[in-house]
């Protein structure tokens, strides 16, 4: 009988390739780098301070970000049974957009 090699530990640790150390080394030995990062830096505080000014919330945002993956998840059931339904009549999803008067671009 054949030993399933599942349960066999690596021999070296899982390192994630996300993690390095060498990042902070990198903006400091590169002052153009670090200099073109802080502006950036800059520009998205100033940003982010304009948008505030304006009322908009971080909770707020986060809130539409949970709303469009809602949609999202909703739109892709939809294309399922449109998908399904032209599978059953034989017909492309195209035909059944224009059936239903739906727009292909939503």
């Avoid at 902070?24 to 153009?32: I, L, T």
């Avoid at 670090?34 to 998205?44: M, P, V």
Wanted: charged share 35%.
């Amino acid at each position: 009988m054949h030993k399933s090699n599942v349960s066999r530990k690596p021999s070296v640790p899982f390192k994630s390739p996300l993690q390095s150390s060498s990042r902070g080394k990198v903006v400091q030995d590169d002052p153009e780098r670090r200099q073109a990062l802080e502006k950036r830096l800059g520009e998205l505080n100033k940003q982010i301070k304009e948008m505030q000014d304006q009322g908009y919330r971080e909770g707020e945002l986060q809130t539409h970000i949970e709303k469009l993956h809602e949609y999202n998840e909703i739109k892709d059931v939809g294309q399922l049974v449109l998908g399904r339904l032209a599978n059953l009549q034989g017909v492309t999803t195209r035909d059944l957009y224009e059936q239903y008067g739906l727009d292909l671009e939503d």
